[in-house]
Each structure stands twice: as structure tokens, then as C-alpha cells.
């Protein structure tokens, strides 16, 4: 959904290594790392618009097409706030709230991003550490002189930034 610019936003309650600490934004910029969390077509109902040609992942390599940049990040503590995104992302409601409700702080994080696609799909080896549920991971050095595009062009990911600082003012998002 990032990579097809049908979502700029990310909401995030944590991995099981973030610890006690919950989880927050580390890094201003990061590549999407292609990754599967628990029972995802369920609680992510989406489907690519075709044609969509995104890499088939392998055991033994990842390829990465997609870098992100946070263009603002907010920790958001009420509900009725987590509910008027529902416009602006696929997940249920159910499992967004499942995340909110998960620790003794509720809440969740969101980071509000501007997604580029690399010119060329940057593959590296597997290692053991990619593994496990963590928001993190420490990649290999990635190619020097990187081809940025944005998925979205200017004025599409400024409508997406005012959605979204309409919701948390207040406003329900409309479908943009």
C-alpha cells in the first residue's frame, strides 16, 4: 500500500524486542523492508491495483524497492482520533485497537511518509538477524548514488498530509 501510494502513513505499536519501551520512530529515513506480520489478510484487507509488479521474496536474498522518508511523527492516546484515520488506511478497526489496547499505555504511534521507489531494486543475502518481529534491522551499506522517485507526486502527497492534519484536528477522513 506504501509503495503504490494508496497509504502515507504507518501505525505501529511495536515489535517483541522493543522491550518495555514500546516502540518509536528510531530513524528519519528507512527502507521498507518487504515483511508478512501475523494473520495479514485479515487484518490488512488489501489487494494491489494492477498492474503492481512488486519483487516475490526468496529465503535466500532481499530485495528492497522502496525507501520512506517521516515527514512528522505523532504518538496518538486517543480512540476517537485512531478512528477518524479509518480513511486513510486498510487496517481493521479491530486490529488497530487490539494494538492500541495491548500495554498499559495506550495508544499508538504514527509516522505521516513520503515513499520513493529506488531506481533500481537493491538485493542483499539473508542473514539471521532479519529475522524475528523487530521494527528495526541493521542492513547491509546500501548502493551509493540511489535513484529516488516519489510514489506519489507533489500534489497527491500534499492531499494525503491534509487529510491527515484534518483528522487530528478533529475531522473524519474524507476518501481521498
Do not use: M, Y
Amino acid at each position: 500500500a506504501l509503495g503504490c501510494g494508496a497509504q502515507s502513513l504507518i501505525l505501529r505499536k511495536g515489535g517483541i524486542h522493543e522491550g518495555r519501551g514500546g516502540f518509536w520512530w528510531r530513524h528519519d529515513r528507512f527502507f521498507l523492508f518487504p515483511t508478512h506480520f501475523h494473520e495479514q489478510t485479515t487484518q490488512f484487507p488489501w489487494t494491489p491495483p494492477s498492474p503492481v509488479a512488486l519483487t516475490p521474496a526468496s529465503e535466500e536474498t532481499h530485495t528492497l524497492e522502496f525507501l520512506a522518508e517521516v515527514e512528522s511523527k505523532h504518538q496518538i492516546t486517543d480512540w476517537e482520533t485512531v478512528r477518524r484515520l479509518a480513511g486513510l488506511h486498510f487496517w481493521t478497526e479491530e486490529t488497530l485497537r487490539e494494538r492500541f489496547d495491548c500495554s498499559e499505555a495506550t495508544g499508538i504511534s504514527l509516522a505521516f511518509l513520503r515513499v520513493f521507489r529506488l531506481g533500481e531494486p537493491w538485493t542483499f543475502p539473508d542473514e539471521k538477524k532479519f529475522g524475528g518481529c523487530r521494527s528495526w534491522l541493521d542492513l547491509p551499506k546500501p548502493p551509493e548514488n540511489l535513484s529516488l522517485t516519489p510514489v506519489l507526486d507533489d500534489d497527491a502527497h500534499a492531499v494525503q498530509r491534509n487529510l491527515l492534519a484534518a483528522c487530528l484536528a478533529g475531522s473524519p477522513a474524507a476518501d481521498p
